[in-house]
């Protein structure tokens, strides 16, 4: 039977197959980890139809476990977890019999994002704020226990600091788990555990091998402000090997040369503030629009500052190996959230703080998202140890004083708005001598609504040709087609424009962040808002240049120049004359790979289509959405 299958599992004698079973969501156009509830079922291991046992329903995922993992205990019975009401509800140990009979709960674990009972039933590994801990289990019949780390009638064994995720039972006395790429194995009756660190390379295929030219286009290099109106680029094996006015650059031994006449070249976005991964939640496709469409919008290189680890780092990997089309990716990993007791990892010491970045760095985080730590010694702890670390640390920005207090801790930057406007000539002196890096991140927050609802209130973005080949259509409507009317001097931007422009002016520096909000588009509605106090050239230069600086990229990316990395858009029109012409894309070049600039099929190195997109359905797209009636 066709359906989405997981965590397949042996029976204890080998005559079964234990299964989950999503409940469609794919077929439904959306990704495996959106499913309301999932089957267990059991299949006879010679072959034959599966018989569903129990259904797991509510939420039974967080954004991190994705799927209900069922495992075999002693009797045959079958334990699985079982989450409460809503995401911040207990999390049960639940058990039952091979035919779905004689529920028991056995554990109520306030945060678990993941139980596992081990084959003898006498222990449950759990996980919980990225960390693997050990209970064992009560004799069945009684209440079930609350297990409280702390101060419960459980004893709880910690059997890692700095990450554990996806706990699993190789034998009775064995637990298996592991975080980014070190895999452990823990004896229980030693108390010890073995590490091996996973070592594993393959080729790098998101660079060009060859050489491409542009000719004769308008070359906007955000180099202190430069502009060649007949230029020539040339890059080779994906970095910028000549850059000049027309006839400055030899293009006879190019293996492409694209025409320029006519055209506007600039840097590819630097989007500093993405969230582009939160459809998929680790399971990623060859084929994932939250990856395509910012690229297919020139977005060449991104950070995503606040996103699960384990959702973010494959992808990025993908992309970097070519197996996943989509922008450059960096990311913070799990953002430090505030005082997070509900997820014990609260950075109550010094030690704790260092083994939770410790365990993002493992995974690959090149910054930290300081989450609104509630007091100052805890963000001076986050900033210490990333400086000594070799990270940069960025912030959800709050008040004045808050942001005035990291900022003087040594913290890098912060996104988001502050909520008031205007900003005096102190506080702007202060953040721009201190070489902050403020995000504005305009299309949310702010006084006032939300920026973003300006640009669905003044154009029928939810008709967009290049946003209907890329979203799905549950995505882009009805929100896009049912917007707020507000008059245009209810909405804050220029004044949080001219905020930013005040402080990059005093020598600090500033970033968009699409944040998400509109995948693609809403890169550039940051850039529009933002050239409301710094023009067409500054705008970009926030686009492209201050977004690598914040990175700590700008030696590779950011602007046009020999020896960084080939990112760039080919315009239809100039964004000097009208900032909106940033959306005329007819070409996008990331590493020197040239795709189309609608349906990003490549066109060099190689000639290949971008393929099928599963998640647009144009039977609807045809058909249009139906009336409404009002």
Request: hydrophobic share 35%; with cysteine.
């Amino acid at each position: 039977e066709h359906g989405e299958y997981s965590h397949t599992r042996w029976s204890p004698d080998g005559s079964e197959i234990l299964a989950t079973r999503g409940s469609g969501a794919t077929a439904r156009h959306r990704t495996m980890s959106h499913n309301p509830w999932y089957d267990v079922v059991l299949f006879p291991a010679a072959g034959g139809e599966g018989r569903p046992v129990v259904r797991i329903e509510g939420p039974t995922l967080s954004t991190r476990t994705q799927f209900a993992r069922p495992t075999f205990g002693p009797g045959g019975r079958i334990y699985f977890p079982q989450m409460g009401v809503s995401r911040a509800d207990s999390t049960r140990l639940v058990s039952v019999a091979r035919d779905g009979s004689d529920r028991r709960v056995h554990l109520v674990l306030p945060y678990a994002d993941e139980i596992v009972v081990s084959p003898d039933g006498r222990r449950a590994a759990f996980n919980e704020g990225d960390n693997v801990y050990l209970v064992p289990i009560p004799i069945a019949g009684g209440e079930p226990v609350r297990v409280d780390k702390k101060n419960g009638t459980l004893p709880v064994r910690q059997l890692s600091k700095r990450g554990g995720l996806y706990p699993s039972w190789r034998n009775a006395g064995t637990v298996e788990f592991g975080s980014g790429a070190t895999y452990y194995a823990h004896d229980v009756a030693a108390e010890t555990t073995d590490t091996v660190q996973i070592e594993l390379e393959i080729p790098r295929g998101s660079l060009a091998q060859g050489t491409v030219a542009v000719t004769g286009a308008r070359i906007v290099t955000l180099e202190d402000r430069g502009v060649i109106d007949r230029g020539v680029l040339v890059a080779t094996n994906g970095r910028i090997t000549c850059l000049g006015a027309l006839g400055e650059c030899e293009t006879s031994g190019a293996d492409r040369v694209v025409d320029g006449a006519g055209k506007t070249v600039i840097p590819g976005f630097v989007d500093m503030h993405s969230h582009f991964f939160r459809e998929y939640r680790g399971i990623i496709p060859t084929k994932a629009f939250e990856a395509a469409v910012p690229l297919a919008y020139g977005v060449t290189t991104n950070l995503d500052n606040s996103q699960w680890s384990q959702d973010v780092f494959p992808p990025a990997l993908m992309i970097e190996a070519g197996t996943l089309i989509g922008p450059r990716t960096f990311s913070t990993g799990d953002p430090l959230y505030r005082g997070d007791a509900a997820r014990q990892n609260e950075l109550s010491s010094y030690e704790v703080t260092e083994d939770n970045i410790a365990r993002l760095q493992s995974w690959g985080a090149v910054s930290l998202k300081q989450y609104m730590q509630p007091r100052r010694d805890q963000r001076q702890w986050v900033s210490d140890v990333a400086r000594r670390r070799g990270l940069m640390v960025t912030a959800e920005g709050g008040d004045l004083a808050y942001n005035l207090s990291m900022i003087m801790d040594g913290q890098t930057a912060w996104e988001h708005p502050i909520s008031y406007v205007p900003m005096y000539s102190d506080a702007t002196r202060f953040f721009g001598r201190a070489n902050t890096v403020y995000s504005p991140t305009f299309v949310v927050g702010g006084p006032g609504p939300w920026n973003d609802e300006w640009f669905f209130q003044e154009s029928d973005v939810w008709r967009d040709e290049k946003l209907r080949l890329w979203m799905p259509w549950k995505q882009l409507v009805p929100h896009a087609r049912r917007p707020y009317k507000r008059p245009r001097t209810d909405y804050s931007f220029p004044m949080m424009a001219q905020v930013l422009a005040d402080i990059i002016a005093e020598g600090g520096h500033g970033a968009i962040g699409a944040h998400g909000q509109q995948h693609g588009i809403a890169s550039h509605w940051e850039v529009w808002m933002a050239a409301e106090a710094m023009g067409p050239l500054g705008a970009l230069e926030l686009a492209s240049k201050d977004g690598a600086y914040f990175l700590g990229a700008d030696q590779d990316v950011g602007s046009l120049a020999v020896g960084k990395l080939a990112d760039l858009m080919i315009l239809n029109s100039n964004p000097l004359d009208d900032i909106r012409n940033t959306t005329d894309i007819e070409m996008v070049m990331k590493g020197g790979v040239l795709y189309d600039g609608m349906t990003l099929d490549e066109l060099w190195p190689r000639q290949r289509p971008y393929g099928d997109r599963p998640w647009v359905y144009e039977d609807v797209w045809k058909a249009g959405p139906r009336p409404v009636s009002r």
